[in-house]
């Protein structure tokens, strides 16, 4: 370990740390999470610095990333160390793989991250690092755990190589239930955009927007179908200015043929999961001659409907799905 004094440091009988500040006053002390091993051992991987598995932290992000998370480990560390250079590729390697076992976007219960000392200085002086590299463990924000007394830091001081180190990932996040996780909403975790248009026959029917590969499985309990909706209309698409001359002698034209245009609709999933949303449409089709563009009666035609929309649980792939009926009746407006 390569050490760095900036304050008065004792060993007390049990091997701990104790801190000392102005006037010999003691404000913290290490905890030692399991038994230190008179050897730790070191990874044998090769430092590739295109494998970067966990989060750079700085003075800006360290708090709300750390009350985010009900697990963060963070490697505070320095360039120019020696032990710092060797713990590297194992520990960005461990980090990638507690993120592919435990995503922090959909679960959300451990996150392994790094702060680089000789660039926040301040921020390593505020949590007492003294030596480097030092692995601190953060639970719920703090890692300070009351001990005879006394306020002490959680480190974790066994082996670094990268198997070491997810097992004992893996064991701090074994206590914490799933129920904690985190709940991806789809519109903050991306998606894709759903564009062009259908031809489909003048009876009922659903347009249906669902995952299907036939080279992949997908765990539909962790679909979300939350979407919103730019445009949807039916029939042919009528010009701004063709729709604002014919609403001057018909004000109401054209007020419900694009009904859900800018509508979100987001499952939060406190209905649990395998979610459905419904859109039941029911279109009415209105024709409305007038004499305005030509010497003859021109015919222009827009489909106007009303939405009902719903959330349903399924076993099957949960599904964006639009129910449309056109009705057996139209409205046919004629001006003179």
């Given amino acids: ?35 230190v091993p008179s050897v730790i051992q070191h990874g044998e991987e090769v430092d590739d610095e295109a494998v970067v598995g966990s989060v750079s932290l700085n003075s800006d992000s360290f708090d709300r990333i750390a009350h985010e998370y009900p697990i ?28 592919e076992r435990f995503n922090p976007e959909t679960d959300g219960r451990i996150l392994l991250a790094r702060v680089d000392c000789t660039e926040d200085f301040e921020l390593c002086k505020r949590h007492h690092i003294q030596g480097y590299p030092s692995i601190r463990i953060f639970r719920k924000g703090s890692d300070l755990r009351e001990e005879n007394g006394q306020h002490q830091h959680e480190y974790y001081y066994g082996n670094r190589d990268t198997e070491a180190l997810v097992k004992a990932m893996e064991e701090l996040v074994s206590p914490i239930p799933l129920k904690s996780q985190k709940l991806a909403l789809a519109p903050l975790t991306g998606g894709c955009r759903i ?30 179908m939350s979407h919103v909706i730019t445009h949807l209309s039916f029939g042919k698409t009528i010009s701004p200015q063709v729709l604002s001359d014919v609403k001057r002698l018909i004000p109401y034209l054209g007020q419900s043929h694009d ?14 999961t395998n979610v459905t949303i419904e859109h039941y449409l029911q279109v009415v089709k209105t024709e409305v001659v007038t004499r305005i ?29 639009f129910h449309f009926e056109l009705s057996p009746m139209q409205v046919i407006l004629q001006t003179v």
């Fill in 195 to 224: 564009e062009g248009y259908v031809r489909v026959k003048k009876i009922p029917g659903n347009l249906v927007i669902s995952a299907r590969s036939g080279a992949h499985s997908f765990d539909s309990s962790r679909m979300n």
């Fill in 293 to 321: 563009y030509s010497p003859e009666s021109s015919l222009l035609e827009d489909y106007e409907y009303t939405a009902h929309s719903s959330l349903s649980q399924s076993i099957d792939v949960p599904v964006a799905k």
């Fill in 1 to 35: 370990m390569c050490i760095l004094f900036t304050e008065q440091v004792e060993y007390n009988k049990n091997n701990s740390k104790v801190y000392y500040r102005s006037r010999f006053k003691a404000h913290g002390c290490e905890y030692q999470s399991q038994h």
């Fill in 259 to 272: 009904k859900l245009n800018g509508r979100s609709f987001i499952n939060h999933q406190d209905l649990d």
């Fill in 72 to 99: 963060l480990v963070v490697n505070f560390f320095a360039p120019w160390c020696t032990w710092s250079t060797r713990l590297r590729p194992s520990w960005e390697k461990a980090a990638s793989i507690i993120r």
